[in-house]
């Protein structure tokens, strides 16, 4: 009963927060591209390294529904990310107790905003590569679509993160493409979610420490290790380039070691640190969400 109830409280905060405040942006962003680019949209190799591929395939099924206005397109989303939304956490309820899925919650609580969303997705798949050995490929190509960074990155810690380097010199040369937006400003920003790169270490650190008999458990810690690994250098690289790529790394590996505790219960004072940190992560995207976006709804509309 506990479990139902709290399933009907996050649906609640879900559409609230996608309808009466500004916690989802690029929902907004989304709606924008769809209905007032004026761009026909198509998928093609430029939806997908560009990174725009969801974001067509959605437009598309617009199109095929007839869809034309700003609400009907941020129900076509909502409705899309949302049965994905309950997937998840049906699915986590199942592995571990309400209280360490109340720590995910918290922590990803903006994850259903579609850009973070395909970028979790794109992970989700990657880590599934990584487990179901037959399915691989299909898995991977998945990943790719949905977001292709997290993609990138893990084969890129395969070449010792050298060809890192070339994209400072590649990337401001690709004008028209999405990818050269992260090098217009390389003054370092202190956000607050860099400092999650506190908790992740240290969950990283026990996570490398352990020992664990079932082989299973085994395999789910070495995927553990080599993402937040690889997202951790990923982040500390773009500190002196970009501070918000950074933070969204940070904030990745702080996730994984939050979805990673369902399995495992990390030690009290890791535990201890998951929980406070996703509080005040929680706690300050509600505030700042809230308090500077009412009737965000009446804007699509209009």
Known sequence: MSKFIFLIIISVFFFYSIFL??????????????????????????????????????????????LSSGIEYLLLVSIFVYFLFLLKYFYLLKIGSLSNVLIVFFSSFITFDINAFRFHLAIIFLIFALKQKKSKYLFLISSFFSHIFPLIFFYLKKLYFIPLILLIYIMPFLINSRYALYFEDVQFVLF?????????????????????????????????INLSSTFLIIGIFFLSINTVFSSRMFETVFYLSTVLNLFYNFSSKNKFLLVIFSLLLFSSRVYNGVNTSANTIFQIIQ
């Open 192 to 224: 607050k979610s860099l400092i999650l790169i506190f908790p992740s270490l240290t969950c990283l650190k026990e996570a490398l420490n352990r020992k664990e008999i079932n082989s299973d458990r085994l395999n789910l810690n070495y995927i553990y």
């Open 21 to 66: 405040t500004r916690l989802s942006p690029d929902l907004y962003v989304f709606v924008k591209y769809a209905i007032e680019d004026n761009i026909e949209k198509t998928i093609s190799w430029y939806s997908i390294f560009n990174n725009n591929f969801l974001f067509d395939l959605i437009s598309l099924i617009g199109y095929k529904f007839n």
